[in-house]
């Protein structure tokens, strides 16, 4: 409850704060309609050569690009932001301010500031992941509903636990948000079927950076191609990198020294 | 003898230039290594995707195979990072940090530091990536003709390629002068160039209306002209237009440069001025 509290407070004042640059508003809805029209127009292309990519037809490929955008808009909204600030107040010693505050210094970091704006690709793939779903009609039934959500939250904890475990490293290292850079670079490999790429890039994309547990995997659930192994796999990974991601960031918080100490 | 001493400075300045690019360069490895994934990743991605549809639908699409696909996409991957330029981010940063001055005072147009960064740059990263393609090569079995006549006129092609793309992007940057809200302009920028420079997919897929579109304006000239060229898919008068098309385009952008570069350092007045 506390969290979700917390959670709302820190989004109204995100939004006190934009809500002064309005215009940039209408930038980001420019650009997140370009990026939508571009991967739809760039489907439109492939699907006018082949009726299936990989076994995937036009609507299960709409999906996934639904997925891509949500997921997208998460980590944009609040994940990247929290993830750079708190780098940066390493760095700076401002840290210390969060610290000394009396609520989970994690919870709050991760939550402290939002990129609202990001809302709008988050809308924007909820819709085409609708629209997706209408389009499938009858193909997705309750319990490929159920797989799918499960996927896309244990998505969502896995990328999470490998960006607080990133940003950790600013204990010990200073120079990490080049390493945040490589999950932006190569989570556009998500927007197709993980299933195209071959072994050493699937392995990769999956253990190394892992974009396919974000866009591939709930989209796989959506259509009912997911196995029970990958299943537990997922939520297995989910439990094991949070919890690597809990005590890299206690680890961490021993080594910080605050910005005079 | 003027003439000969200012080309005599200039060739001091690309050389220093090279030397602190490389220092600079040798510095941040991490990020060069990062950027180089997604230079790599973007055209392996479609390389892999269009491999799929060739495979599906028969073994050819468009009279691309799989391994004609890997071919042009490992010939893209090198020609667009033979082309390649960053200054559309880098003018940004400058004009709004008002660094820019800097630039002004000294006796010789700002362009030529640019290049000489982006050339030295290349020398670099261009040997690394060749390699990594060597590498994907191996894995995918790239194939394709090879006249050598085309191996000739791919020579001027690429040059050219590289002389449009520099001149018209750095006109591009030249937007910062005017404008803060240069990301989105850099957008609409790289999504015309994903789909009319032949990185979505050679242009031959496409609907003949969007071809001619691609003909008119300079983003195949950029990428798509010199990788079909030197892939040998390209009849001689075709290579013909496309020389003369590139080199249109060059003239077009030196004019261009020319007046936008005036009216913005016009324009342009740094904190304190």
């Known amino acids: 409850m506390n969290t979700l509290r917390l959670l709302y407070i820190f989004f109204r004042v995100s939004v006190l704060n934009e809500t002064a640059y309005r215009v940039n508003f209408f930038v980001q809805l420019f650009q997140s ?12 292309v492939i699907f006018s050569y082949t009726q299936s990519l990989g076994g995937w037809h036009p609507d299960e490929m709409l999906a996934l690009v639904g997925v891509y955008f949500l997921v997208g808009g998460i980590i944009s909204l609040v994940i990247q932001p ?18 000394t505050k009396p609520e989970d210094a994690q919870l709050l970091v991760s939550i402290q500031r939002m990129a609202i704006w990001s809302l709008l690709d988050l809308l924007m793939g909820t819709g085409v992941l609708i629209t997706a779903l209408v389009l499938l009609g009858q193909t997705v039934g309750v319990g490929e509903a159920a797989q799918f959500i499960g996927m896309l939250l244990a998505g969502a904890v896995i990328v999470y636990s490998f960006w607080l475990i990133l940003a950790s490293l600013s204990f010990w290292f200073v120079r990490v948000e080049n390493l945040l850079q490589i999950f932006q670079s190569m989570y556009q490999a998500g927007r197709w079927p993980i299933s195209l790429y071959p072994g050493w890039l699937r392995f990769a994309l999956t253990f190394v950076v892992p974009v ?50 | 003898m003027i003439v000969l001493q200012e080309i005599r400075n200039l060739l001091r300045l690309y050389a220093q230039q090279f030397k602190t690019t ?23 991605v479609y390389l892999i995707v269009w491999s799929t549809v060739s495979n599906s639908s028969g073994g050819s699409v468009g009279g691309y195979t799989a391994q004609g696909f890997a071919a042009y996409y490992l010939a893209l991957m090198l020609v667009n990072q033979f082309t390649y330029t960053w200054i559309m981010w880098e003018y940004e940063y400058r004009v709004r940090q008002g660094q820019l001055s800097f630039a002004l005072l000294k006796p010789v147009h700002p362009i030529h530091s640019d290049i000489a ?10 040997p690394i990536l060749a390699v990594v393609a060597a590498g994907l090569a191996l894995i995918f079995h790239p194939t394709a003709a090879f006249n050598w006549w085309a191996g000739l006129a791919f020579i001027p092609a690429i040059i050219l390629a590289f002389l449009v793309r520099f001149l018209l992007e750095w006109t591009l940057a030249l937007s910062a002068f005017w404008t803060t809200r240069v990301n989105a302009i850099n957008q609409v920028y790289f ?55 590139q080199s249109t385009w060059v003239f077009i952008s030196l004019i261009l440069i020319r007046l936008i570069w005036r009216a913005g350092v016009r324009v342009y007045s740094a904190v304190g001025a």
Do not use: C
């Open chain 1, 82 to 99: 929290g993830m750079s600030a708190l780098i940066d107040s390493v760095r700076d010693g401002t840290l210390d301010f969060t610290l």
């Open chain 1, 212 to 261: 396919a547990f974000a866009t591939s995997v709930p989209a796989e659930a959506l259509t009912g191609r997911l196995g029970g192994p990958t299943l537990l796999g997922a939520f297995g990974l989910a439990i094991l990198l949070f919890a690597i991601a809990r005590l890299i960031w206690r680890l961490g918080l021993r080594h910080y020294s605050g910005a005079s100490a």
């Open chain 2, 22 to 44: 490389f220092a600079s360069m040798v510095q941040y490895r991490a990020s060069l290594f990062i950027w180089m994934i997604s230079q790599v990743l973007e055209p392996l």
């Open chain 2, 191 to 245: 999504i015309l160039m994903l789909f009319l420079a032949g990185q979505i997919a050679p242009l031959s897929l496409f609907p003949h209306w969007l071809q001619i579109v691609a003909d008119i304006l300079p983003f195949r000239w950029m990428l798509g002209f010199p990788v079909e060229l030197v892939l040998s898919r390209l009849s001689p008068a075709q290579a013909l237009l496309g020389l003369a098309a």
């Open chain 1, 33 to 44: 309609l370009l990026e939508l029209g571009t991967a739809l127009a760039g489907l439109a």
């Open chain 2, 117 to 126: 960064d982006n050339l030295s740059s290349k020398l670099i990263t261009l």
